[in-house]
Structures are given as structure tokens and as C-alpha cells.
């Protein structure tokens, strides 16, 4: 469903070039969970943030289905994204100003298709969803780390997007709660066959994925197992 051609994404910082990804070939198939490992600094969350849309190549192509994303012109690639992706960060990204259902509402609000009053009943159901039916009106402040990750997740759900892409969604929760967060990305996986794409330093996580890559000195490396 995702086809990741010959991708290079080069930083100029103070005169240096620093050539990130070097030649990025990939494919995620509709509904799996792919795994991304790869040491601090490798280029992992560049990387995701290219198959989103969040960033634009150096070179190479990202195709949804037969359609180039770097094609787009900026408004079109923003209105693709709302539609087709669902991105939960490291740090959640909740906006402090906005209570947790007025987070998860944003997405469908600014789609334009749902007024603020579906988009708000929306946000309510997701959250229920992922067990937060109790914190709906508190705002990121007031949550639980774990309780903002979820919330996180049901902000990426909201328009139902056919691909979540997770930044080491686990990476500053202790282990019960990370464990939780999880179980529920899985279990959305099996109800609405998303696509998962995932950045995990957790070998024990990268074992539960479908499928797990490498990304070593800028590029891919297919790998049965990830080392520690
Ligand atoms: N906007 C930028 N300008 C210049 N260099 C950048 C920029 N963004 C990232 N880099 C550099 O690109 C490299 C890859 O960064 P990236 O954030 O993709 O790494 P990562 O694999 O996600 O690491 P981590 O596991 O620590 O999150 C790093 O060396 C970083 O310093
Ligand atoms: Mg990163």
C-alpha cells in the first residue's frame, strides 16, 4: 500500500552536509505492523515524518497506492495527511489549551467533513475507546503520562486513517502502562486493519510486530531479528 522509493533526505547545518537516509526502499502492506529499529541519530523519525508527509524528501518518491505524496502541492499534502494518517509521538504533541476531547476533535474538525458537534461526539466515543470516558474535559496537564498517550492515539484514530504512524509511542512510560498503550494500538490494528508503522528500541515490542527493519548507516536492512 506504501511504496518508499529510493528515498535521501540530506541536513545542511552550518555548511555541513549530513546525509541522513541514502537511498530508502520500502514497502508497508495494507493492515500490517512493521517494526523500525535503529540506533539514536540513525534517521528513524526523519524517516517517518517523510512517509507522512510531515517532511519533504532530498530526493525519492512515497507512493499511497499509485500516488506520488511529494506531488502534491503543500494544501494537498496537508488535506492527505488529515485524511490518511494517524501520528502518535514520542511526546504526545497534545495542544495544553485544549482539553483532551477538544484534542481528539481538532483532526476532524479542520477536515471540514464533521461539525464541531459530531466531530466532539467522535472524539467522545474514541475516548471511551481507549478507557478515558472519566477524563474527557481535563486538559494535558491534568493527565497521566500514560493518559496522554492514549488520548494521542485517539486523536491519530479520528478520521480513520489508514496508516498510524507511532514515534517510540512507548519510550517514557514505565512498563505496566507501556504495556497498555500497546495492547491498545494492537487491538486497533486487529478491529480496523490499519497499517502500523512503529519505532521501537524495545526488542521485545519489535518481536510482536509482523515485520521488522533495520535502519543502519541510511539505509534499510530487512531483519529477521532486532539486536538489542
Ligand atoms: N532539522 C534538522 N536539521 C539538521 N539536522 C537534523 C535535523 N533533523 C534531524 N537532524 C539530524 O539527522 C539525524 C537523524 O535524526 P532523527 O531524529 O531522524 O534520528 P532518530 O533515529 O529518530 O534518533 P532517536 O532514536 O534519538 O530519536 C541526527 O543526526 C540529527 O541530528
Ligand atoms: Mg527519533
Redesign the pocket.
Known amino acids: 500500500m506504501i511504496r518508499i522509493v529510493d528515498i535521501h533526505r540530506t ?3 552550518a555548511g555541513n552536509e ?1 546525509r ?1 537516509l541514502q537511498g530508502i526502499n520500502l514497502e508497508v502492506n495494507a493492515g500490517e505492523i512493521l517494526a523500525i529499529a ?11 515524518h517523510l512517509i507522512g508527509g510531515l517532511d519533504r524528501p532530498t530526493s525519492g518518491a512515497v507512493f499511497f497506492g499509485n500516488q506520488d505524496i511529494f506531488g502534491f502541492e503543500d494544501r494537498e499534502l496537508d488535506h492527505f495527511r488529515n485524511q490518511e494518517i494517524g501520528f502518535v509521538f ?1 511526546f504526545h504533541h497534545l495542544l495544553a489549551e485544549f482539553s483532551a476531547r477538544e484534542n481528539v476533535a481538532l483532526g476532524a474538525m479542520i477536515s471540514g467533513t464533521h461539525s464541531m458537534d459530531q466531530s466532539l461526539q467522535q472524539a467522545d466515543e474514541l475516548l471511551a475507546y481507549v478507557g478515558l470516558e472519566d477524563r474527557l474535559d481535563h486538559y494535558p496537564t491534568q493527565l497521566s503520562g500514560g493518559e496522554r498517550q492514549r488520548v494521542a492515539i485517539a486523536r491519530a484514530l479520528i478520521n480513520q486513517p489508514r496508516v498510524i504512524l507511532a ?2 509511542p512507548t519510550g517514557n512510560l514505565d512498563r505496566k502502562t507501556s504495556g497498555g498503550v500497546l495492547d491498545l494500538l494492537w487491538d486497533l490494528n486487529d478491529r480496523f486493519s490499519q497499517s502500523l508503522v512503529l ?1 521501537t ?1 524495545d526488542h521485545t515490542l519489535a518481536q510482536r510486530a509482523d515485520r521488522r527493519v533495520h ?1 543502519v548507516d541510511g539505509k534499510i536492512s530487512e531483519a529477521k531479528q532486532i539486536a538489542e
Not at 535503529?38 to 517517518?48: C, P, V, W
Open positions: 541536513y545542511t547545518e549530513i541522513v535503529g540506533t539514536s541519530g540513525a534517521g528513524k523519525s526523519t524517516l517517518l514520542q514515534d517510540e519505532i528500541h535502519l
